[in-house]
């Protein structure tokens, strides 16, 4: 996969933001077999470009989420509520940066990203500010945890991404290498090697990835990191939703402790 993504002309991180930051948009996923990436970059416009950083195209991401003990952000997702969030901090292992991010989900599938830089040694937990800025963002998006609990760190995701910056101003998100770790005293880990997820972003209508895609027979997809994942990790808890990725995707993942 790497290497076809050096067939595309590159972009640097100021100019795909100015073009495509779209932190209010509408995501659409896909969990993909791997060998599926070259067939989709020769579907993509000749003017595709990739994000290329310090001579790189891909880069290696870390996140760690956070739930209240009773996982009710986990259970807003598994049955499909309407107002429903995340909290994570992500952490951009090959730049030492690390901030903390709250996604809302509204109506019309809207997904709002608010995030503050946080220092990476406090990657793994929510206290002080951080822990004050989580909240003050849920209760200016309308969103009240169901559960009064402080927030406690659930799941880590690892993987590498490769962004591209498809012409009309959309952006495309390639996932490889995913890994799930989940914390707490069983620490259990998952990775599904032969599989990738694609997330388009636009402010509204499908783009160009999408309508490859679709051409190449794949649509959207249900599948999240932190849910799907700790579904993935933790049968006891509802999965009806994330099942065909689940049994597709995951029955074969590799597992450890």
Do not use: C
Not at 3 to 19: F, Y
Not at 107 to 112: A, K
Not at 138 to 160: C, K, N, Q, S, W
């Amino acid at each position: 996969m790497i290497a076809t993504l050096h067939e595309l002309d590159p972009v640097g991180l100021d100019e795909l933001n100015d073009a495509a930051g779209l932190l209010t948009r509408v995501d659409r996923k896909y969990m993909l077999p791997a060998a599926i990436v070259p067939d989709l970059l020769a579907h993509l416009p000749a003017a595709t470009r990739v994000l290329e950083i310090d001579g790189q195209r891909s880069s290696r991401y870390e996140s760690v989420y956070f739930d209240s003990p009773g996982l009710a952000s986990y259970h807003l997702a598994a049955h499909g509520r309407r107002r429903r969030y995340k909290i994570r901090t992500r952490s951009y292992v090959d730049s030492a940066l690390s901030f903390l991010e709250v996604k809302t989900r509204g109506g019309r599938s809207v997904t709002v990203k608010e995030r503050v830089r946080i220092d990476p040694d406090a990657s793994t937990r929510l206290t002080g500010e951080a822990l004050a800025y989580a909240a003050s963002t849920l209760d200016e998006a309308g969103i009240t945890p169901p559960d009064a609990d402080p927030f406690v760190p659930v799941l880590t995701t690892r993987y590498r991404r490769a962004t591209l910056l498809v012409p009309g101003g959309t952006r495309a998100t390639i996932d490889v290498d995913l890994e799930w770790v989940e914390l707490g005293p069983h620490g259990r880990r998952l990775a599904t090697p032969s599989s990738v997820i694609v997330e388009t972003k636009s402010g509204g209508s499908a783009g160009p990835v999408d309508r490859a895609l679709w051409a190449l027979g794949h649509r959207p997809t249900s599948v999240s990191k932190y849910a799907t994942g700790l579904a993935a990790l933790r049968p006891d808890l509802p999965s009806n939703r994330w099942t065909p990725v689940l049994r597709r995707h995951f029955a074969t993942a590799t597992a450890s402790r």
